[in-house]
Every structure is written in structure tokens, then in C-alpha cells.
């Protein structure tokens, strides 16, 4: 008998161009809501969540290809610009999901 072997399913990498994110005045609130430490719903929270991560990493994705800047410093730079100056944690796997989504 033989064992059959497990293979590695291969994920379609998504583009950030064609990624869903929340419109510019949803996205004023929800940030001004948190901020003020208002209470938001699930949704709300998920949507906010996914909305700062599609900016981390299209930020990652542009300064990275970048010559003038040295190489893994993206990470700090963007992770500042995103989460730190609005006074958000940034998330533990962050890297590990933006690598799902091309440039």
C-alpha cells in the first residue's frame, strides 16, 4: 500500500489594486471613532482592520521597490505611518498576510 503524499495547495495571490477598501469618509469616522475610544461594531471593526492593512501593505509594496531606500526598513516606516501615529497597536502577523496580496 501506498501512502499518499500531501500536497501544498498554492493560494491565488490577490492584487491590492482590486482589493475592497472602506471610502475616504467612512474611513475619517471609523479612525475618529476609535480614536476617541467610541464603541464600534463588528463590522465596523473588521472593515477598519482590513482597511489598514490593505494601506500597510500597499506602503510595504511601494517603498520596498524603491532604490533610494535601504532594504527592510519599509517595515518601520510604513508600521509608523499606519498604526503608531494614529495610536494603534499594529498586529502581530501582519507580514505574514501581506505576503497573500501582489503589488
Known sequence: MRKSKKTRRRT???S???VRILSEKKYKDYIQKRKSKKRLTKKQNKELDHTLMIKYC???KK???DKKIKKNLEYPFCASSVY?????????DIKKR???YKL
Open 84 to 92: 503608531k501615529k494614529r495610536k494603534f497597536r499594529t498586529p502581530k
Open 12 to 14: 491565488k495571490k490577490r
Open 98 to 100: 501581506c505576503k497573500r
Open 58 to 60: 500597499k506602503c510595504i
Open 63 to 65: 517603498i520596498k521597490y
Open 16 to 18: 491590492l489594486r482590486s
